[in-house]
């Protein structure tokens, strides 16, 4: 079992910047790829960014691509999300999810390991 808690969200206007954590627990970090997704109430999850478990291989999606920086921290258990130019658009409850497979998957459905949310809002 792997325990996800993210931490860092909260309201900040356009332009500015949010780091978000996603301390993990509970199994070997280091075996976990890890990815960040963000929902809307009334639309779907998706995916915002990924990293795998040596941090050789990250991915963004094309909306925040430039704007955001995905990195982990295997000693720390840790992966983080930032954030910066931050659009409304942006405004979210972003989750914290792993994959004991070290491979990128785009859908949330094949991550088995969830953290609670944290909300992000961006003022415009």
């Known amino acids: 079992q792997v325990q996800l808690v993210e931490s860092g969200g909260g309201l900040v206007q356009a332009g500015g910047s949010l780091r978000l954590s996603c301390a993990a627990s509970?199994?070997?970090?280091?075996?976990?790829?890890m990815a960040w997704f963000r929902q809307v109430p009334g639309k779907e999850r998706e995916i915002v960014s990924g990293i795998n478990r040596g941090s050789t291989t990250t991915y963004y999606a094309g909306s925040v691509k430039g704007r955001f920086t995905i990195s982990r921290d295997n000693a720390k258990n840790t992966v983080y999300l930032q954030m910066s130019s931050l659009k409304p658009e942006d405004t979210a409850v972003y989750y914290c999810?792993?994959?004991?497979?070290?491979?990128?998957?785009?859908?949330?459905?094949?991550?088995?390991?969830w953290g609670p949310g944290t909300q992000v809002t961006v003022s415009s």
């Open positions: 999810a792993a994959s004991g497979d070290n491979r990128q998957y785009y859908s949330g459905n094949y991550y088995t390991y």
């Open positions: 509970g199994r070997t970090f280091s075996s976990l790829h």
